[in-house]
């Protein structure tokens, strides 16, 4: 059991979810002249979504997992990443991972400050 409250353990999850999202999209990028490379990607939102229906102790121990896509989009290669969507995914996953940083930063603060933990 977590010592966290439960929004910042589903904070402190869904920026590990998001992490690795990063790190599937970026080799999606990374392969997309890799003849027969199909892309993945990591659908944590579901994930999380589905552990917080089990409450603190499943969202403490929810996995998450890349899943590889069918895009349809097939080159002469048999490679199948579209790398312009794989970059806007990039961004604005990078955008998530910020704001969901932020959030946790502040709660921190906040928890901090209530403790007198500050200075």
Sequence with gaps: MSILDPIQLTLMRAISGATLRNTVLSNNIANADT????????NFHAALRDA???GPEAIEA???APE??????????????N?????????????EIQ?????????LQIMRTA???NG
């Design 35 to 42: 003849p027969g490379f199909q892309p993945s990607d990591v």
């Design 52 to 54: 917080i229906a089990g």
């Design 62 to 64: 929810v996995d998450f």
């Design 68 to 81: 590889q896509l069918n895009s349809g989009i097939v080159q002469a290669d048999g490679n199948g990443v």
């Design 83 to 95: 790398s312009e969507a794989e970059a806007a995914k990039l961004a604005e996953n990078g955008l």
């Design 99 to 107: 704001a969901l940083e932020q959030v946790a930063g502040s709660r």
């Design 115 to 117: 403790l007198g933990m």
